[in-house]
């Protein structure tokens, strides 16, 4: 979620068991920082590289 948001995705699709939950995650995500994560991922290395920049730079609460 935080990269999509970071590209500028403006519309989810989820299931509505999990809309509530999904709604709480983005109201908590800085935007510029998404932003700067999206960036970043765009020429990243791998995955786990990818992981770790959305770690650091939109939240320590992510899974």
């Given at each position: ?16 068991a ?6 709480a ?16 991922a765009l020429v990243?290395?791998g995955v ?16």
């Open positions: 979620m935080p990269l999509l948001i970071g590209l500028g995705c403006d519309v989810l699709s989820a299931a509505p999990a809309l509530d939950e999904i709604r995650r983005v109201r908590g995500l800085d935007a510029e920082a998404c932003a700067r994560a999206a960036h970043e990243a290395g786990e590289e990818i992981w770790e920049i959305v770690r650091r730079r939109c939240s320590p609460e992510l899974p």
